[in-house]
């Protein structure tokens, strides 16, 4: 039962104070117990009612009335009530609150409850009865329901894109292996061909014939870069990434000393930072160093006092690492094509290349996880920044 006392106090010279101590009456708890959606009902120790709610009486298609004294066999249906009086029996010898879901079948329709039983006690904490609720769960198991098919059809649907994606690599591995064979092979003829044709021909060719030779030789071997790096970008998403602490100032000192080998007529100014670590796969990384200082040496060529950055800043929690010059630079409005394959904002005449370096540094940098972007204006140089952590 539940007290309520009620304290009333007066003001004036002649204040007191009222306290009275009141008791719900039997029959305003059963309209609290009949007022909730849940059907609840009380039975003793031998099982029969003491007590059921209207919404109880309709579950069982009884009257409440009715119900009073019957036993739980009286009530319900065969298919269900020795699985009650088992749960019953198990809440008593357990002297514990019971859980357990069940299907009642309501007007012809199975519908999902969750039922629950506690003891009740006497004021010597004596076993007297058991009593239980029951609660309308069919929404809530639908919806887990409709909830588990569609995660298993995600499930189907992810396993069917990795048995696709699979197969995908599979052929990629194919098509590398034919283009570094099949395709470099005649291609391999024809730039032999043309320097027998330079070597023993060459005082029998006149010069419009010598110019159309030194355009085969020179498409021969733009054709012969282009598919080592079509190559190389096709094998990036191969394998796993092999991660470790690599210094990074090292790997573009590295860089920097090729490109000075292949090309010591460009004095370029390197301004490298002090060692700075970082946690990736150095191969890969060495590539995106590489293709960026090699693009930046490349466009700074027509400049009288060229300069290369790399470097790097913090950002939050995240380091931002960059390669700036101060080259031909590009219009920012291309900036988003500019990480496309065969991507290219100036002319093969006045700066040689294929439009796949940058491809191939994107795709590394999303392997690891990281971000890149650009920023650049004409004729005002470049500066290409990037992560190699997710940076939200």
């Not at 249906?77 to 514990?96: D, V």
């Not at 069940?102 to 039983?117: D, K, T, Y």
């Not at 609660?135 to 809530?140: K, N």
């Not at 290369?308 to 950002?315: C, K, M, T, V």
Request: a negative charge; glycine letters at 6%.
């Amino acid at each position: 039962m539940w007290n309520t006392i009620l304290h009333t106090n007066f003001a004036g010279p002649q204040a007191h104070e009222a306290t009275e101590t009141t008791e719900a009456s039997p029959a305003q708890l059963r309209e609290l117990l009949d007022s909730l959606p849940a059907a609840t009902w009380i039975v003793d120790l031998a099982g029969r009612y003491l007590h059921v709610s209207r919404a109880f009486a309709k579950l069982v298609g009884h009257k409440a009335a009715d119900c009073l004294g019957m036993t739980i066999d009286e009530i319900m249906p065969a298919s269900m009530a020795g699985a009650f009086t088992q749960r019953h029996e198990q809440a008593l010898a357990a002297c514990a609150p019971k859980r357990f879901e069940q299907i009642w079948p309501i007007a012809g329709e199975p519908r999902w409850f969750e039922v629950r039983l506690s003891c009740l006690h006497d004021e010597y904490q004596q076993i007297t009865g058991i009593a239980g609720h029951a609660q309308d769960i069919t929404l809530h198991i639908e919806q887990q329901e409709s909830a588990r098919a569609i995660r298993n059809d995600l499930e189907k649907r992810v396993m069917h894109r990795t048995h696709q994606l699979s197969l995908i690599n599979d052929e990629l591995e194919a098509f590398s292996y034919s283009v570094s064979h099949d395709l470099r092979a005649p291609l391999r003829q024809i730039a032999g061909f043309a320097a027998l044709l330079e070597s023993h021909h060459h005082n029998t060719l006149d010069e419009p014939g010598r110019q159309y030779l030194q355009q085969i030789t020179d498409s021969s071997q733009r054709m012969d870069g282009l598919i080592s790096d079509l190559l190389q970008l096709a094998r990036i998403n191969q394998g796993g990434l092999v991660k470790a602490r690599v210094e990074l100032t090292g790997i573009a000192k590295q860089a920097c000393n090729v490109l000075r080998s292949e090309d010591p007529s460009h004095a370029v100014e390197l301004d490298l930072p002090p060692p700075v670590n970082a946690q990736c796969d150095g191969g890969l990384l060495y590539i995106v160093l590489a293709n960026l200082l090699s693009n930046a040496w490349k466009f700074t060529r027509k400049r009288s006092h060229p300069r290369i950055q790399f470097g790097h800043f913090a950002r939050n929690d995240y380091t931002v690492y960059f390669v700036r010059d101060n080259g031909a630079g590009f219009d920012a409005a291309n900036a988003g094509r500019l990480f496309g394959a065969f991507q290219r904002f100036h002319r093969s005449q006045d700066f040689p290349g294929v439009g796949i370096g940058l491809a191939t540094v994107k795709r590394i940098i999303s392997r690891h996880g990281g971000q890149i972007w650009a920023e650049s204006a004409p004729d005002q140089g470049a500066t290409f920044y990037f992560t190699l952590e997710p940076t939200f």
